[in-house]
């Protein structure tokens, strides 16, 4: 017998769960892309898709592509071989965009903040205060580094390149974020922002977003990176419907962007939507910390204000972190994420680490029955835990308990 015959939940940091509307909404013949309702509902759809990112004041541009697109899009429009800048890791994917620049030819200097804590302003604005002579172009980072779970401060980043009054551009890695944690481009002074459509956005994997300033627009004149499929002039200010994505469109990744920026900014409102992310988290959080009590279950970051609330990251005894994932996975129906950069793949500590996503089209019952079915899995498999973890995670859901910004959130106008 096993109790995986039902409808499974993968709850792994991406892709996440499609809704069915969304798979619905693509489900149709090919269409014209000469004329017609495609071409009106990609203009029509720009708007919405600044909204997600605050950046009604900026530009958006859509690639055909997966996050490492978005990455080589947003280091192509703005910065030549050679260029300095200036990477702030706090993980893998803060490592990986690195690899990308220096591919490119970038000159990188990365600050690592290692694997348990978000970037620290005061390491960033001194750094940039010996930069005296504005070699640095640009400043980067993940908003949520998806492996260690580590959810930088944007705002007090921004605060730190100013209190430096570096001229520097501020880029960020948003692709597990957008759609997920509370995000604005024009008002904490983000350059370049960059999502990918299978995390927050709901979609299959297939397209890469990259929202920008003007700050950053003008400086792509000088970008010597910049190649004909990747510059976002022409997307951003197509003449026709062929150039906004350099050739064919993705035609029915559109259609079901059109549904989830219709449940993301009309229905939900984008305030909602980072309220029930960040008390989804609470209720994770809560569980882990009732099972820490009583075992070896940890948190990856220990400083709950700088934990993503997109995806969790916690950690067993090896190999008991393997072993609960496939429980979870063969007895349940869930499916549980690797730990990702925290250990080498054939090292036994590797078996320790696993993530538990509560990204995208994620509600209550998803996320508790989640808990619950690791609960039994600690149970079934004898790993030592504490006690209380479901009680923990309804209280951190009760309304009582809610964090004030879910209270207070109205969708937007
Ligand atoms: C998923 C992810 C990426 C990589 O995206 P791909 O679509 O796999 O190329 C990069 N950065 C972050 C923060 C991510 O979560």
């Known amino acids: 017998m096993s109790l995986r015959h039902g409808r499974s939940y993968h709850a792994i940091p991406g892709p996440s769960v499609v809704p069915d509307r969304v798979l619905r909404a693509m489900h149709r013949e090919a269409p014209n892309i000469y ?23 900026g530009h958006v541009a859509i690639y055909i592509g997966n996050g490492h697109a978005g990455w080589e899009a947003a280091n192509a429009n703005v910065l030549s071989r050679g260029d300095k800048v200036l990477l702030l890791a706090t993980g893998r994917f803060g490592h ?20 348990h804590s978000p970037a620290d302003p005061a390491r960033l604005s001194e750094r940039l205060a010996r930069d005296r002579g504005h070699a640095l172009r640009a400043v980067l980072c993940t908003h949520v580094d998806t492996a260690t779970t580590a959810r930088n401060d944007l705002p007090a980043l921004r605060a730190a390149i100013d209190a430096a009054g570096h001229p520097a551009l501020f880029m960020v890695d948003g692709i597990a974020a957008m759609g997920c944690e509370e995000f604005h481009l024009d008002a904490w002074g983000v350059d370049v922002a960059v999502a990918a459509s299978q995390k927050g956005l709901m979609l299959p994997p297939g397209l890469a977003f990259v929202w920008f300033s003007d700050k950053a627009r003008a400086q792509g004149g000088r970008a010597d990176l910049r190649t004909p499929y990747w510059n976002w002039e022409p997307r951003v200010a197509p003449e026709f419907f062929y150039q906004y ?44 910390e009732a099972w820490g009590r009583g075992g070896a279950m940890a948190l990856n970051i220990a400083d709950p204000s700088a934990r993503a609330h997109a995806v969790t990251a916690l950690r067993l005894t090896a190999p008991d972190g393997t072993r609960l994932r496939r429980w979870c996975d063969d007895e349940a129906g869930v499916t549980l994420g690797i730990g990702l950069g925290m250990a080498e793949p054939n090292d036994e500590a590797w078996h320790g680490f696993f993530r538990l996503a509560h990204m995208g089209h994620v509600n209550a019952h998803m996320t508790l029955g989640a808990l619950a079915v690791m609960d039994a899995g600690l149970k079934a498999l004898s790993i030592p835990h504490g006690d209380g973890a479901l009680e923990a995670a309804t209280r951190a859901l009760s309304a009582a308990e809610a964090p004030a910004a879910a209270r207070m959130a109205a969708p937007a106008a």
């Open 35 to 57: 004329e017609g309702a495609l071409l009106e509902m990609t203009d029509a759809m720009i708007p919405d898709l600044k909204r997600v990112a605050g950046a009604e004041g």
């Open 96 to 115: 990986g965009w690195a690899a990308s620049l220096a591919g490119m030819g970038v000159d990188v200097e990365i600050m690592d903040f290692g694997r």
């Open 245 to 288: 994505f350099c050739g064919t469109a993705p035609t029915h990744h559109l259609f079901g962007l059109r549904e989830s920026l219709d449940m993301l900014v009309h229905e939900e409102g984008m305030a909602s939507v980072w309220a029930r992310h960040a008390t989804l988290a609470r209720a994770v959080w809560a569980a882990a």
